[in-house]
């Protein structure tokens, strides 16, 4: 096991090397970099989308009209300073070659570094934790939600194949399922947030004005257990309760149905068959033969459901529910083509979703001791 590991952590580089070295090319071909983005902004073309550009650490003013820029290379370039431009490159890095840029990059992250976002004047590790607190709410809640619904009712559904249970809960999935979220999530605005029915829960953040300095846990040292407990703790899930449901009308089906057919398959081999003959009881057969051998695709799938809820499945529900966090940040930053911010958050996403497959696969062996990844043989 331990050389296993040791392999799929080797092969963890190239494969990093090999999504990094893909989006950079992509990246190179992409029309309006971050110094288009700047020379739209000067000329007035872009909606003030580049406001921050001057606080990223370089002296924008002052370079108006002053020669041709004809000859830099960039649209919409007349008119400005050639050497407006050139320290324009400079500042974005790129007056260097595209594969040094890349070596420098890779070598910067090795020791995450990721350097500071092109158009605010923070650091990019620094803006993604500033985000991290929505996505781990919206990610872990909704994992740990659809698995506690999905679990015992695919393996209900299984036991009861057939039934009107089986007949009406399988329509009801299927029928939330087709429900867009976003869709679902406007629909409960307006019934539930101040829409034209009720108003009885929050449309931003995590939590209330008067309580965003108790925010307790390990988000601050310093926090009055009890004042968490009885005022930060209810604020936050109601907050989340609208953006949960919303995440949740779909998230379950897909899950809930593969266990389901995941467990039937297991019930229909003849090793349940003999374990019901030696006269064990059914709960035994079920939880202490059937459970750990229909279990291993629900845990396979785990990880990607887990990335999917945790970075990129909420982008729409954060713009709804005006939560920041990271889907957010990764959109906004592709439009605004802040490649430090972008290639850092793929990065992190990418090591992330390696280390969590072979999380998966260690599982595998936990939840069934038969299975050698060294000699592939179950």
Known sequence: MGAYILRRILLMIPTLIGIMAVSFVVIQFAPGGPIEQVIANLQGQSGGAMDRV??????????????????????????????????????????????????????????????????????????????????????????????????????????????????????????????????????????????????????????????????????????????????????????????LIALALSAFATTTLLTKNSFLDEIRKQYVTTARAKGLTERRVLYGHVFRNAMLIIVAGFPGAFISAFFAGSLLIETIFSLDGLGLLGFESIYKRDYPVVFATLYIFSLLGLVTTLISDLTYTWIDPRIDFDRREV
């Open 54 to 243: 001057s606080g990223g650490g370089a002296d924008f003013g002052g370079q108006g009209a002053q020669g041709g820029g004809e000859n830099s290379g960039y649209r919409g370039a007349q008119g400005l300073d050639p050497e407006f431009i050139k320290r324009l490159e400079v500042q974005f890095g790129f007056d260097k070659p595209p594969l040094e840029r890349f070596g420098t990059m890779l070598w910067n992250y090795t020791r995450f570094d990721f350097g500071e976002s092109y158009f605010r004047s923070v650091s990019v590790i620094d803006l993604i934790l500033e985000k991290m607190p929505v996505s781990i709410s919206l990610g872990l809640w909704i994992t740990l939600l659809s698995y506690a619904i999905s679990i015992p009712l695919g393996i209900r559904k299984a036991l009861n194949d057939g039934s009107a249970f089986d007949v009406w809960t399988s329509g009801i999935i299927i029928i939330a399922y087709a429900i867009p979220g976003f869709l679902f999530a406007v629909l409960l605005i307006v019934l539930f947030a101040g829409g034209s029915f009720y108003d009885w829960f929050p449309l931003r953040g995590l939590l209330s004005d008067n309580v965003q300095g108790n925010w307790c846990a390990f988000w601050n040292v310093n926090w009055d257990a009890g004042r968490c407990v009885t005022q930060t703790i209810p604020d936050y899930f109601w907050h989340l309760t609208l953006p």
